[in-house]
T-cell receptor, first 113, second 113 residues
Framework: NAGVTQTPKFRVLKTGQSMTLLCAQD?????MYWYRQDPGMGLRLIHYSVGEGTTAKGEVPDGYNVSRLKKQNFLLGLESAAPSQTSVYFC????????????FGDGTRLSIL | DQQVKQNSPSLSVQEGRISILNCDYT??????FLWYKKYPAEGPTFLIS?????DKNEDGRFTVFLNKSAKHLSLHIVPSQPGDSAVYFC????????????FGKGTLLTVNP
């Protein structure tokens, strides 16, 4: 039972490079989310999706784009990476409804030099 | 402006004793609260939640208490076990939805054998 799988687990980029983080869930959840966690901070919502083909901005969306072409996948893109985007990125998924908690992947550690 | 505050960065308790983790919030629109547990190099895992219509929710060794008038919630772990050593995040959402969670910065709990 994989749950939420994030690819890659680690990556080092140079400033200005682009990359895509992939999140896949096998629980048939409607909702998916991307968060970032910085040292001494809680998780902050970047973007989220309430269904296939939909996306919405969270608390810290600048510098990121997302796509949800398939229900099970949620992609996070960095078009031109900046050192301020060095962080640990977490993907999560959930069903709709007040009592449906979010299930998280194990994170992608991204360093931008 | 931090809407969910965990003012204790760390807490150390002896095995078998009670652990009490605290969380305060400022947004009166929050009506659903969750606790997540996180081990190093893993994603957060859902622990327990409470709706604003309740003041207590219990699940085994874990109990969450909600004081709406004080905008305060706490997580009690009894008895504490060394495997409970982790970072605990408090999170909140508004409007009867389970998305757009706002997280606290977390409290590192260490349970000493």
């Amino acid at each position: 039972n994989a749950g939420v799988t994030q690819t890659p687990k680690f990556r080092v980029l140079k400033t200005g490079q682009s990359m895509t983080l992939l999140c896949a869930q096998d629980m048939n959840h409607e909702y998916m989310y991307w968060y970032r966690q910085d040292p001494g901070m809680g998780l902050r919502l970047i973007h989220y999706s309430v269904g296939e083909g939909t996306t919405a901005k969270g608390e810290v969306p600048d510098g990121y784009n997302v796509s949800r072409l398939k229900k099970q996948n949620f992609l996070l893109g960095l078009e031109s990476a900046a050192p301020s985007q060095t962080s640990v990125y977490f993907c999560a998924s959930s069903d709709p409804g007040i009592n449906q908690p979010q299930h998280f992947g194990d994170g992608t550690r991204l360093s931008i030099l | 402006d931090q809407q969910v505050k965990q003012n204790s960065p760390s807490l150390s308790v002896q095995e078998g004793r009670i652990s009490i983790l605290n969380c305060d919030y400022t947004n009166s629109m929050f009506d659903y609260f969750l606790w997540y547990k996180k081990y190093p190099a893993e994603g957060p895992t859902f622990l327990i939640s409470i709706s604003s219509i309740k003041d207590k929710n219990e699940d085994g060794r874990f109990t969450v208490f909600l004081n709406k008038s004080a905008k305060h919630l706490s997580l009690h772990i009894v008895p504490s076990q060394p495997g409970d050593s982790a970072v605990y995040f408090c999170a909140a959402s508004a409007g009867g939805s389970n998305y757009k969670l706002t997280f606290g910065k977390g409290t590192l709990l260490t349970v000493n054998p």
